[in-house]
T-cell receptor
């Protein structure tokens, strides 16, 4: 079966760095997405990786290792507004998105 | 800016009622999707459509149907609402995706409660 695993909840301190991991087992791979979802709101796109390596976008970076079925989202200089759920999703061989359950990130002052 | 709108943010219906959830996108996207989101579970795909009048079943189509009469509008229908259909329903759209690179744009969601 297809499976995306990510931690249920993480806590970090304002100004610090946090890494949210995602491991996947899917039938085929056509890219990995990270989305941010604030409570009660719609998911919004953060990043896309299809090749191995690190993609940097401001305070957020996303890393992919296809051979290990592994990705992480790195958030630097954490701000209170970064408190949200972070969703990992993989496009399989049929170009359908398979979603993880999301990681709830709590930022403390 | 891509905009995806949904007809209601909150909806309360009774068991057995027929429920219509409407979604409209303004970016001329070919693909449209209906998901439900429940605590502790990832987004689960109910139905999707890649063209007008075309529809494909997702992972959990039972108890649902869809309609896409116009490119910009994708409707989700609960034929006879049941309490286990209480959930957050999210609509999304994306361009035609030949290489898998396009992200999906989501509407604000409809929180449906069936009593």
């Amino acid at each position: 079966g297809q499976n995306i695993d990510q931690p249920t909840e993480m806590t970090a301190t304002e100004g610090a760095i946090v890494q949210i991991n995602c491991t996947y087992q899917t039938s085929g791979f056509n890219g990995l997405f990270w989305y941010q979802q604030h409570a009660g709101e719609a998911p919004t796109f953060l990043s896309y990786n299809v090749l191995d390596g690190l993609e940097e976008k401001g305070r957020f970076s996303s890393f992919l290792s296809r051979s290990k079925g592994y990705s992480y989202l790195l958030l630097k200089e954490l701000q209170m507004k970064d408190s949200a759920s972070y969703l990992c999703a993989v496009k399989d061989s049929n170009y359908q998105l398979i979603w993880g359950a999301g990681t709830k990130l709590i930022i403390k002052p | 800016d891509v905009k995806v709108t949904q007809s209601s943010r909150y909806l309360v219906k009774r068991t057995g009622e027929k429920v219509f959830l409407e979604c409209v996108q303004d970016m001329d996207h070919e693909n449209m999707f209906w998901y439900r989101q429940d605590p502790g579970l990832g987004l689960r795909l109910i139905y999707f459509s890649y063209d007008v009048k075309m529809k494909e079943k997702g992972d959990i189509p039972e108890g649902y149907s869809v309609s896409r009469e116009k490119k910009e509008r994708f409707s989700l229908i609960l034929e006879s609402a049941s309490t286990n259909q209480t959930s957050m329903y999210l609509c999304a759209s994306s361009p035609l995706d030949g290489q898998g690179a396009y992200e999906q744009y989501f509407g604000p969601g409809t929180r449906l409660t069936v009593t």
